[in-house]
């Protein structure tokens, strides 16, 4: 039972081949094999999962189930489910119960889908390889003893191992992205803004996107469809109107491709990787399409403009977990200050603590100038340059990571080389544009391999109208 | 050695009574049990986003307008990080480099005093604090976050203030235009006005001296006492060579004296930063000129129209001025009744005295101003005497709000005898019965007027106007010398 898209699932339910019953039992079987290994799931609502499946059977035997009956989603461990934990992969939130359901998962389950479980996940999403988790790493389904990626690492393997249908992840410089690749699935992360935040436990929230993955470009257009749209509860999410992705055709136009040579030549890109790249911008060229090389003058500038804004933003975004009201407190204390120094010392994990410490340093007074406003300064930068590119292309491709998955523990000892591992990913966070990662193949090690195709913002049509067109030859 | 000058500059708080918090639909309510307006986002739950309030910032627009000063049409807000039990999310939403307002400027026209202009630094809105209640000898703290997101505006002056005495009408001003507008109650004992004061002292022509900020002064009071108390301890330091250092030091009213937190407390780095996750909210021309339309007439105009369409004099307008519902409880009055000055005499009188007796405000009072308006209608056609009316007539209305004032003076029997003949009868009667005083009067002692007013009154019991009894007396005396 694998469903390439939700679409096929329907048609099944609505021919009453199969009931949601079985499909929640066949993803809970699949989560049983995989999950002990892999360590994908964090918790799994077993008993309500298949408690919904019969009262959604039921509604469908009437007419009254929702447009996304018999579908099973897992989300990352940073949304909101009210009435379930919500621990962020972290000892900071381990029995941390929410009053609230996030608004793109509400708005999943107003269409009758179901959610299976909370998903492992990097520590607050600080992380590219999924090991800053403090319950334990996961592993990539492809090659268990490779990571799958990082921070969504958790609902990458969900998809890749069809634990669930779909997940929902947060990308804030690649978090979706970078594990679709290294899994072999789709990863969308939409332009900023588009999908709301409320209920998406926040990282940096000028960077911050809920994000899809999934095994097929269907399934991302109609879960898009369905969560994005301005919400009262979140003032910075877009009141654009939301296309019907899932009812638009596919154009076949020729496209304007643009493509940086830096990239493409970078240090550390794989040579299986670039390999497929250049197979790849071949066949996109005989099937009509322009490709063009442009420069990218900003590329050193992404990684430390990325860093020094998510850090800042991030260290007065989890100052709230303190110890005072709710999730961890240390209890060898002797004052108040001993109270948030010892909490916040052995609740966070060493890269979430980094963070925090390179946020707060990077707005220091005397420091702030140098740092912060810098890298303000040179993001809009970025943005512009980004923006002119993407008024003359249709697209800006790159492969979505330099390498296929490492191997677990080979870029634990320098946090440095790990942030490398988001460089291709980071210049459509900066910018706030959509991009998404595409599976392309595998390398000799049957590992996957991404390509990233970004475009301007709210053109998610285009990008999809493009990735359904495109056959790998 | 010289005098020193003094210099200061407050930094006001305003609570404003919006029906709910800046950024959540938790409601903002004085005085409920701790901890029980506290929803998922004033708790600071992950996840949680603030949401803005409109509310919010026609009032911070209104109070920008009303002070006369620039109103930012691109508002943005800030992140204020530091680590406190009664600030939940680790930062206060705050604006720090684009305020609401710039500019701005408070007008003091007293009559006691000369008349003085305090130019306003910047007006800002930002959410309030929870409050930490210290316990004690205990171990522990007790947090109430029920205050914890209540919206407030800041108004910050220029260091141009000179003395306790200026500082202290700054207030009352300040006050008295925030209830006018109707955006808080401007109550410093229950913290709903606060008002923090930097003080400094220098030499004549000198550069500013060390600043001392001096918090915790919760009537304006304490605010001056708090003042003048701090002048003299500069003052001493400085005649005593001393150095005065830069610092932040709480009044304590019990003994009237300042003393200094401790320095960690003030020695933070706010490390201030846009707040992303609220975008700048552009105020559209539309939108500014409804709220500048919206605007109720100010003390200032309030106070103008009373003396020149009322002929009221400054004194009486300026009582009147005080409080925007009393003036609009004389202008409905007066819409009524032409008698102006008589208006004022009652409010300021009899209503004001049984508003203070019974704690309420005119907006309680159950005498309608069509009332008080017959009332001050029947006195002046002589229906009923001045006394009867302010007594018995006031009284016996504002406690059966459904009985009309004729009615009521008819209950009451206090028509007053318009029948001149018979009241010249009585006085006639009593001089006859009184031979010997009415020759002690026409041998100048004119005192035994009293005694026979007296005599005819208890007669009439008191249905007559005494004033016009007064004058026929001495009419009647003066024939009959």
Redesign the interface.
Known sequence: MFYKSYQQIRADLDEQRITVAQIVNHHLEKIEEHNPNLNAFLEVFKEEAIIKAAQIDLKLKQGTAGRLAGLVVGIKDL??LKDHL?S?SSKM?ED?E???T?TPIQRLLDEDAIVIGRQNCDEFAMGSSNENSAFGLVKNGANPSRVPGGSSGGSAVGVQTDMCQISLGSDTGGSVRQPAAFCGVFGLKPTYSRIS??????Y???FDCVGILSKSIADTELILEIIAGSD?????SSRKKVPQFSQSPIKSSSYKIAYFDEINEAEGIATSVSQMMNQTMSSLKTSGHLLEKVSFPFLEYLLPTYYILTS??A??N?????G???GFRDLEISN?ESM?KKSRTHGFGPEVLRRILLG?FV???GY?DAF?TKAQKVRRLIKDYTEKILEEYDFIISPTTATTAFEINSKTIDPVEMYLSDLFTVQASVAGIPAISIPLGEDQNAMPIGLQVMTASFEEEKLFSFAKSFKIT | MATLETVIGLEVHVQLNTKSKIFSYDHNDFGNHPNSDVGAITLAHPGTLPMISKEVIDMGMKLGIALEGTINRNLIFDRKNYFYPDLPKGYQITQDATPICKGGIVKIRSDDFPHFDIELTKIHLEEDAGKSIHVQNADFTNVDLNRSGVPLVEIVTEPVITSSEQAGLCLIELRKLVRYLGISDGNMEQGSLRCDANISVRLPGAPLGSKVEVKNMNSIKNVRKAIDHEIERQTKMTAAGQTIISETRTYNPENNTTSGMRTKEIMNDYRYFPEPDISPIVISDEWYEGVKNSLPALPAQVKKTLIEDHGLSNYDANLLSDDRSIAAYFFKTASFCKHDKAISNWIMGPVKSYLNENEIGIDALSLTPQKLADLIHAVQQKEISHSDATQQAFKYVLHHPQVEVAAAIATLGLAQVDDFDEMQQLIDDVLEDHQAKVKEYHNGKKGVIGMFMGLIMKKAVGRIDPQKVNEMIKGTLDKIK
């Open positions: 949304f909101c919500v962020c939130l941390f929410s009053q609230i996030a935040r409320y209920g998406l436990t926040a940096s929230s000028s009262e509860r979140d003032t910075t800042a933003e260290s007065a989890l100052a709230r977990f303190d005072v009201r709710y108040l948030y707060t707005l220091s007074s702030q912060y």
